[in-house]
């Protein structure tokens, strides 16, 4: 590499940076970049064994969010050094350099990661394995709004796919709330000019949340309001991933 | 002759209890005591070196619980499912019931235990597991533009191993000594969700070699003139960060890694770029009205010239087995450059 000497040259992208005062002032009357409603998810797209080299895997694709998940294991794992008569579910969220729109680190994500092992440990039966653990590793290919619900719905794909044994697939959605409305699924725009947002992940058939993330500033009917949605909206995007796995089954018979 | 039902009872107390998944029309007798208590082997049973194997193949598990088997005692379900636990490895396709079983579950037992001899009976006959002749490649694909938000991207899979590799440009100020050349920086990553011994805290052995094998064979083989990356000369150069994901690993990891970098240098587009006020690089836009009035620095989108693109084969010696391996090297070339030129020219179609 010419030119570069001993350490790296100092870059910046030429891209104009974005204003978040100026959407701040178009909020009243918001119209989403995608054209959507504000009660409408982004069109979902799954496919189940992505990569070979994993025991399951996953590749999710919502509008620009796009994720892979694998789970490698039952394995045994040199981090867990004592017995336990339960199995460990340990867990990883990272992000490619050219996820963002502005190049970033790509380094691990430690919150999405602590998030993920939240939202997937109750789904999970963790006496099938004793003694032994389950990786799910998630890297997100590009990060277009909404990555952590995106990571984990996926995420309990590529464990449906690996056979690991569950109660349900666990899906999640997020509501973001732009000064009076709601807005489901929002994109990355959005997710930087929210006055709050409300995270579920459930798992539909039994009607059971196994974790609700809220931030901002909310009063009690707008929570009622944005859980009521993403329930809805979760029990919907199940039955997207259920035909998913029924069709990765079906095409592995024949 | 014993009574059928009688020799049922008998079955189920021996020693090896009755299998999940034997056929059981009736009249063949499941177990190894019923087999030798029955004096006349009635029509259609099967003889006794298959008995003892589950004429349909239960679908593959990788946990077998304990109690999921109707099972007398304990310890025979314990040996039970240990039986059946070693004919369970992850193998892709079910033997045909019509086969005979023995063989084939030898097979995969024997690909864990003994590979290199696996390997060798297979060279023997000069074909490869995946049924390959020694001088072929695994399909390859190409897909140009694969991540939208890049200036230049592509997807390569040779077989199962797949690569993701991205351009990102940025703007730097260029060295002293060489005022009027770019820069670009390349970059291997092996994330974990790729291959079963990456872990979190612990990146693969083979990512940082493979990192400097990458760059040096860019830059040695002269594939782009960092000079076609300068802006203004002494100020702004461009900074073209090259990073390449391996997404699936399956051998021949510095092949595919080398095409989808060459694929996506051969794919980017470096945008039109004006100088502001502040002697700051920004992206053309239509919308700023007033910025017309600044020089563009470039006019419009243009691709790089790419000169002599390397391209590379992975070759095994192994013993006696000696492939040709620069012919083959160039047989591969050809094949390379027509599926790169084909990706190209579907680009430029739409």
């Known amino acids: ?254 | 002759m014993y009574d059928w039902a009688e020799t049922r009872v008998w079955a189920s107390c021996g020693p090896t209890s009755p299998q999940k998944g034997t056929k059981d029309n009736g009249l063949e007798p499941t177990s190894y005591w019923a087999s030798r208590l029955t004096r006349q082997t009635p029509a259609g049973a099967a003889p006794y070196t298959t008995l003892l194997r589950p004429s349909t193949p239960p679908p593959p598990r990788r946990w077998i619980p304990y109690h999921d088997y109707p099972i007398g005692t304990f310890l025979s379900g314990h040996l039970l499912s240990l039986w059946q636990a070693s004919s369970y490895y992850p193998s892709m396709g079910f033997p045909d019931a019509s086969k005979d079983l023995s063989s084939e579950m030898e097979v995969d037992a024997f690909r864990r235990l003994f590979p290199l001899q696996y390997f060798e009976r297979h060279l023997s006959e000069a074909i490869r597991p995946d049924g390959r002749p020694l001088g072929k490649a695994r399909d390859t694909t190409v897909v140009l533009g694969a991540v939208a938000s890049a200036n230049g991207s592509a997807l390569v899979k040779i077989g199962s191993t797949t690569m993701l590799s991205a351009i990102k440009m940025e703007v730097m100020t260029p060295s002293l000594e060489s005022p009027d050349e770019g820069c670009l920086a390349i970059d291997f990553h092996m994330p974990p969700i790729c291959s079963p011994i990456v872990r979190p805290g612990r990146p693969a052995e083979a990512a940082p070699v493979l990192s400097k094998q990458l760059s040096d064979t860019i830059s040695s083989s002269g594939i782009i003139d960092l000079k076609e990356l300068s802006l203004v000369t002494g100020k702004a150069a461009w900074m073209a960060y090259l990073d390449v994901y391996c997404l699936d690993a399956d051998g021949a990891l510095f092949d595919a890694a080398l095409l989808s970098a060459v694929a996506a240098l051969s794919h980017l587009q470096i945008p039109a770029v004006s100088m502001n006020d502040d002697g700051k690089i920004v992206l053309m836009s239509d919308d700023d009205g007033q910025k017309q009035a600044q020089e563009p620095v470039n006019n419009e989108k243009r691709n790089l010239t790419l000169r002599s693109i390397p391209f590379s084969l992975t070759c095994i010696l192994h013993k006696n087995y000696i492939l040709d391996c620069v012919a083959l090297t160039r047989q591969r070339v050809k094949e390379l450059k027509g599926i790169l030129e084909e990706a190209n020219s579907t680009m430029q179609v739409e």
């Open chain 1, 1 to 254: 590499m010419a030119g570069t000497g001993g350490t790296a040259p100092a870059t910046y992208s030429p891209s104009p940076t974005t204003h978040k005062n100026k959407t701040s002032l178009f909020q009243q009357d918001w119209v989403r970049p995608d054209g959507r409603g504000f009660h409408q998810c982004r069109p979902a797209f799954f496919r189940t064994g992505a990569v070979n080299a994993a025991s399951g895997s996953a590749y999710a694709e919502f509008g620009n969010t796009k994720v892979i998940v694998s789970v490698f294991g039952p394995r045994e794992s040199k981090k867990a050094m004592m017995y336990s008569d339960i199995g460990r579910l340990n867990c990883n969220v990272s992000y490619t350099t050219f996820a963002s729109p502005v190049r970033g680190q790509g380094s691990d994500h430690k919150e999405y990661t602590a998030m993920l092992h939240k939202a997937l440990e109750g789904a999970i039966i963790l006496e099938s394995f004793p003694k032994t653990t389950v990786d799910v590793f998630a890297l997100v290919l590009e990060s277009g709004g909404s990555d952590l619900p995106v990571v984990i719905s996926c995420a309990s794909l590529a464990l449906a796919d690996a056979g690991i044994m569950m109660y349900d697939l666990v899906a999640s959605v997020s509501v973001s709330c732009l000064s009076k409305n709601l807005v489901i699924d929002p994109v990355f725009e959005e997710e930087n000019s929210q006055d709050g947002s409300l995270m579920i992940t459930c798992m539909p058939s039994r009607y059971e949340i196994t974790q609700l993330t809220v931030t901002g500033e909310w009063s009690t009917p707008k929570i009622n309001e944005g859980m009521q949605l993403c329930l809805d909206a979760c029990a919907k995007l199940a039955k997207i991933m259920r035909s998913c796995l029924k069709e990765a089954a079906s095409d592995s018979q024949e």
